[in-house]
């Protein structure tokens, strides 16, 4: 049967057939039907609209955008006439890749840029940041990360997350000194408060403060420890290098480095890494200060206080590994107190607590 339509509707079903969006290649009856119905709005009755879907498909198939089956095959119904019961949407070619990077002229120092195989967008505009930084000298003034980080990239704490991304930064692309950027890592914050050579690490300021003048009361020839240590959190994984140093002014080895934060996930992780770091600058290893922790559970129980299980935790992300560094003596009472979600603040301790233990030490 001959279908006299205006071509402006075969070639707007043929587009919206080119525009599906499926899971695979395969258009069934019924959506060919659905595009069909919303292009021929005004079709005929039921005794010529299988000739006009039909016709449609045919036109859709010389566009190349759609492959009928076989006649040979079964894919076709038994009306009259016979529609195919699915058809084959064709795939246009993906357009060819822009490698631009790999042409382009780089710095010396971005040459290796060129061996990467792929390179985002976000990274592409940092690297083209980097080069123009290169080119009109910004690294050769000393700033500090944050500073470079926004005029690399206008935010404070991006070249941080691209830093520990390693995508751009390594042996063979760029280094961190590259860029010229004052450290972030603040130097540890220490006293003198006798003469063994063993140093006690407070995780935050107020037990470190408190810590520190009860000390001073018990004088330094009674004092259990050398030197008394703030060690700014998780800061303190890098900071604990700087015991070296201590060291030197000390004039003697340190024999031990005692540490004593709050007992939840992330304050027993912050000491096993730093006791890992500290090995590796030829520093003795980072303690737990069971004693210090014995006095943190002790305080739990105190009338006043009443909470033997601790107090609800922020920490969402657990780190079981991190309760071997504990002792024996208190692992397993910690461990029962994390499990619930809970922890153990350092602000537990009290000078008296902290006079009656070291003056019998």
């Known amino acids: 049967?001959?279908?006299?339509?205006?071509?402006?509707?075969?070639?707007?079903?043929?587009?919206?057939?080119?525009?599906?969006?499926?899971?695979?290649?395969?258009?069934?009856?019924?959506?060919?039907?659905?595009?069909?119905?919303?292009?021929?709005?005004?079709?005929?009755?039921?005794?010529?609209?299988?000739?006009?879907?039909?016709?449609?498909?045919?036109?859709?198939?010389?566009?190349?955008?759609i492959r009928l089956p076989s006649t040979t095959g079964k894919r076709w119904d038994h009306g009259n006439p016979p529609l195919p019961t699915q058809v084959t949407q064709v795939q246009l070619p993906s357009a060819p890749k822009d490698l631009w990077w790999k042409q382009h002229y780089w710095h010396p120092k971005l040459e290796w840029v060129a061996d990467m195989d792929s390179l985002s967008d976000e990274d592409s505009a940092f690297l083209l940041k980097i080069q123009q930084g290169f080119l009109e000298h910004w690294f050769e003034t000393r700033v500090s990360p944050k500073h470079r980080s926004i005029q690399l990239t206008k935010q404070e704490k991006k070249l941080a997350t691209l830093f520990e991304r390693?995508?751009?930064?390594?042996?063979?692309?760029?280094?961190?000194?590259?860029?010229?950027?004052?450290?972030?890592?603040?130097?540890?914050?220490?006293?003198?408060?006798?003469?063994?050579?063993?140093?006690?690490?407070?995780?935050?300021?107020?037990?470190?403060?408190?810590?520190?003048?009860?000390?001073?009361?018990?004088?330094?020839?009674?004092?259990?420890?050398?030197?008394?240590?703030?060690?700014?959190?998780?800061?303190?994984?890098?900071?604990?290098?700087?015991?070296?140093?201590?060291?030197?002014?000390?004039?003697?080895?340190?024999?031990?480095?005692?540490?004593?934060?709050?007992?939840?996930?992330?304050?027993?992780?912050?000491?096993?890494?730093?006791?890992?770091?500290?090995?590796?600058?030829?520093?003795?290893?980072?303690?737990?200060?069971?004693?210090?922790?014995?006095?943190?559970?002790?305080?739990?129980?105190?009338?006043?206080?009443?909470?033997?299980d601790g107090f609800p935790g922020k920490d969402l992300k657990p780190n079981p590994l991190a309760l071997e560094w504990l002792a024996l003596e208190v692992r397993h009472e910690v461990q029962h107190i994390l499990e619930m979600g809970h922890r153990v603040p350092e602000e537990m301790l009290t000078e008296q607590a902290l006079l009656k233990l070291w003056n019998s030490a």
């Open 166 to 308: 390693k995508t751009l930064f390594g042996i063979g692309k760029l280094g961190i000194e590259d860029l010229n950027v004052s450290s972030d890592i603040l130097p540890i914050t220490y006293q003198k408060v006798g003469g063994r050579p063993v140093a006690i690490v407070f995780e935050n300021k107020s037990p470190y403060n408190l810590a520190l003048q009860t000390l001073r009361l018990i004088g330094v020839k009674q004092s259990p420890y050398g030197i008394i240590a703030f060690g700014y959190g998780g800061g303190f994984v890098d900071s604990v290098r700087d015991f070296a140093n201590i060291e030197n002014d000390m004039g003697s080895k340190l024999e031990r480095i005692e540490y004593v934060g709050d007992l939840d996930w992330k304050g027993i992780s912050i000491p096993q890494s730093a006791s890992i770091k500290a090995q590796k600058h030829g520093l003795p290893s980072v303690t737990p200060a069971s004693s210090i922790h014995r006095l943190m559970l002790d305080a739990l129980c105190e009338p006043s206080i009443n909470s033997p």
């Open 1 to 65: 049967m001959t279908v006299d339509v205006d071509p402006k509707y075969f070639a707007e079903f043929t587009q919206l057939l080119r525009d599906l969006q499926l899971k695979n290649t395969t258009i069934p009856l019924k959506v060919l039907r659905q595009v069909f119905m919303e292009v021929f709005a005004h079709r005929p009755g039921i005794s010529v609209r299988r000739d006009w879907l039909l016709e449609a498909l045919r036109m859709a198939e010389r566009a190349n955008v």
